[in-house]
Each structure stands twice: as structure tokens, then as C-alpha cells.
């Protein structure tokens, strides 16, 4: 009557603690290796338990080396975008470390082995064989892996380096957009009916001082009703155009702040996506007297 083969308990107990072992080990050295390499203790834990007690006692010491990584209070930790892959690239490793160490001939139902003797030199041959087929393989899990965590690795200094330069680009683009707009209420310190009557003169200096500067769409001058009462890139201007309404305006008038940036919106002058840094007009007595914007292109 033929055997089906099981497994003992102690087996997989033993298993088990192989595992934890192995996710002992990685975490003593998260000080040298921080979160690279998770699993780099958990294959030789596998491959060791699937040769001494088959490829189900590796899969145990698998699980428990993946809940130890999986843990947020043991290290390492994965970061969450990546849990997936590396958790099914472990699984899927895990699965073929075990079957390969694991593995033992089927021996024929009608043929009865004698029971042989365990002897040191059995044991040891048998340690040799699976250190034989474990070690190629480690290498190869354990180079695939610190491949892809290096390539990881990679991509987020890539992404670093990519928002590093758009925050400093967009830094200078509002330092010169404040810039820009301090030299225009410097230049137009007058009264609402004589930037009325000197438009034309205003317009030309408006054009002047945006000229060159491709993230400006405009630079324009209102008053304390938030009427526009010039601007650099259209003469005459539609006195119907109003911002009073406008938060940034508001803040300007009632907060007294030096200056404030608004949100992207639809430029009622332009028709198009646009962001506003604007600033204080004030008059001989320190009044409020309307603003000084510059409107930039959000891209």
C-alpha cells in the first residue's frame, strides 16, 4: 500500500525558526544596508530548510521572513509603491528556491527501500549538495535583486533631481516676476487720472521691462477700485475690466501685506490659465491706491 508522504511539525517548527533567523540577521544590519535588500537573508534560510526538510518547510520559513519585512515595527521598510512588486518577486523566488532544494526522486510504489543509517559522512554529503545548488542560486537572487533596488534607487534620484530644478526654476521665475513688478509700481507712483492720461507712455515702459521674459504674460496696473488702468501688452486698455473681486486683491487691500500670489485661473483680460504676483500701490500718505500684477503662464 503505498505512503503518503508528511511532513512533521517539528519539521516546520524548524523551519520557522530558520526564518526568523534570517529576519533577525537583516534587521542587525539595517544600520549598513538601511532598506536596500530586504529578503537578502530570507534565501539561504529557504534554500536551507527546503534541502533539510522539503520544499513545504521552505515556503514556512518564506512566510516568515516575508511577515517580518511586511511588520512595520522590524526593518526593513519597503517603501509603499514598491511593496507589491517586491513582495510577488519574492513570492515568485521564494516559490522556485524551495521546489529546487526541496526536491526528491519519486521512488516506485512496488519497491521497498531499506532503512539506512544517518552518518556523518551522509549528513555532510548531503549539506554539500545543497550548499552546491544553493549558493549559484543565491548569487543570482541576490544580485537580481540589489539590481533592481539600485535601479529603484536610481528613479528616485532622477525624480528628486527633476523637482529639485522645477522648484528652483519656478523660485527665480517668481523672484523675477516680484522684481519686475516693484520696478512697474515704482515707475507708475502716480495718481488714477494721470496713469489715465499718460496710458500711452506707461504701456511702452510696461512692454519694456516684460520684454524677453517668456514665463510673463503681462504686467499690469490697477487702481484702488480695481479698474486696470494700463497694461504692457494692449493699448488702450478696457477700462471694464475689474479684479476687485479677486482674493489676491482683497488681501492686498485689507491684509496689507507686500505682496501676494494668487491661484491659477482664467485671466479675464487674457482668456487663458494664468497666475498672478501682484503687489501694493500706495499713495503720498501710505493709502492703499490699487496693484501692481504680474500675471505669469502656469507651464
Sequence with gaps: MPRVATI????????????????????????????????????????????LWGAS?????????????????????IAPQYEAIQFACFALASVVTAMVCGRRLPVPADITTP??????????LRAVLAFAVFVPLAALVGVSWWTLDRAQAASNASLVHASDLAFRHAERTFTVAEEIARRV??????????????E?????????MTAGVSAVVNASVWSSSGSVLARS???PVDRSFSIADRQYFQVLRDARLPVAVSQVMVGR????????????????LAAFAGVVSVTLAPS
Excluded: Y
Design 115 to 124: 532503512a539506512r543509517p544517518e552518518t556523518p559522512l551522509t549528513t555532510w
Design 185 to 198: 509700481e515704482g515707475a507708475t507712483r502716480l495718481s488714477d487720472a494721470e496713469a489715465r492720461a499718460l
Design 233 to 235: 501688452d494692449a493699448f
Design 57 to 77: 518547510a521552505g515556503l514556512a520559513a518564506a512566510l516568515v521572513a516575508a511577515l517580518a519585512v511586511w511588520m512595520p515595527a522590524i526593518p526593513p521598510a
Design 8 to 51: 512533521p511539525v517539528r519539521s516546520l517548527c524548524f523551519a520557522m525558526v530558520v526564518g526568523a533567523l534570517a529576519a533577525l540577521a537583516r534587521a542587525l544590519l539595517q544600520p549598513l544596508l538601511g532598506d536596500a535588500l530586504p529578503f537578502v537573508f530570507a534565501f539561504p534560510a529557504i534554500a536551507l530548510a527546503s534541502s
Design 200 to 208: 500711452p507712455a506707461i504701456h511702452v515702459r510696461l512692454a519694456d
Design 269 to 284: 483680460q487674457s482668456g487663458k490659465n494664468v497666475l498672478s504676483v501682484a503687489i501694493r500701490r500706495q499713495s503720498e
